[in-house]
Nanobody, 123 residues
Framework: QVQLVESGGGLVQAGGSLRLSCAAS????????MGWFRQAPGKEREFVAALRWSGGSTYNADSVKGRFTISRDNDKNTLYLQMNSRKPEDTAVYYC????????????????WGQGTQVTVSS
């Protein structure tokens, strides 16, 4: 089992920055892919970014390329999402996920999920 706890959400003005953290505990995540997803009210859960823990390859959704950066801290077993140049349409609950994730952009390919953290961008 892997436990994931997100933190760092909040209210930010458009154009501002915010960093989300996802602390992993329990089973090691070194063999997993980890990802960030988001879900706005009335919409489906959407892929944001993913990272292969072993090797460090990263992937970003087109909507966040050039603005968001996913990274990890091996010593702290923590995943991050640095979000810059925020837009109102980035408002959503952001979730951290871990799993074998052969198809990293698909939510159902992940086995473990955090509880989510709300991010609101005001215009």
């Amino acid at each position: 089992q892997v436990q994931l706890v997100e933190s760092g959400g909040g209210l930010v003005q458009a154009g501002g920055s915010l960093r989300l953290s996802c602390a992993a505990s329990g089973r090691t995540v070194s063999a997993y892919s980890m990802g960030w997803f988001r879900q706005a009210p009335g919409k489906e859960r959407e892929f944001v970014a993913a990272l292969r823990w072993s090797g460090g390859s990263t992937y970003n959704a087109d909507s966040v390329k050039g603005r968001f950066t996913i990274s990890r801290d091996n010593d702290k077993n923590t995943l991050y999402l640095q979000m810059n140049s925020r837009k109102p349409e980035d408002t959503a609950v952001y979730y951290c996920a871990a799993g074998s994730a052969s198809y990293y952009w698909l939510p159902h390919d992940y086995d473990y999920w955090g509880q989510g953290t709300q991010v609101t961008v005001s215009s």
